[in-house]
């Protein structure tokens, strides 16, 4: 199933060449046209990435959220390594 990371990794590419050929057709040189693709792409990756950025469902995980296992001693008993 495709997925919207699917399309973003593939508009990456397609927005970083084909913003720059467009711009590079209309009349812009390639060292202008090249950064604004650029922007645009990096525009694309950080709205993936932050704006709706890849989150783990919790009941997929296994673990409730909030329960972290292991680590504490909270019956009393020194961890096995401590020394008095």
């Not at 997925?3 to 040189?29: E, H, K, M, Q, R």
């Not at 009941?59 to 329960?67: D, F, I, L, M, Q």
Request: with cysteine.
């Amino acid at each position: 199933m495709i997925g919207c990371y699917d399309y973003v990794l593939g508009l990456i590419p397609a927005t970083l060449g084909g913003i720059t050929a467009l711009l590079n057709l209309v009349g812009f040189s390639l060292t202008a046209a090249l950064p604004v693709g650029a922007t645009i792409a990096l525009g694309l990756i950080g709205h993936a990435m932050f704006v709706r950025g890849p989150v783990t469902d919790p009941t997929e995980a296994g673990t409730p959220s909030g329960s972290i296992s292991g680590g504490s001693a909270s019956d009393g008993s020194a961890s096995p390594g401590a020394s008095d």
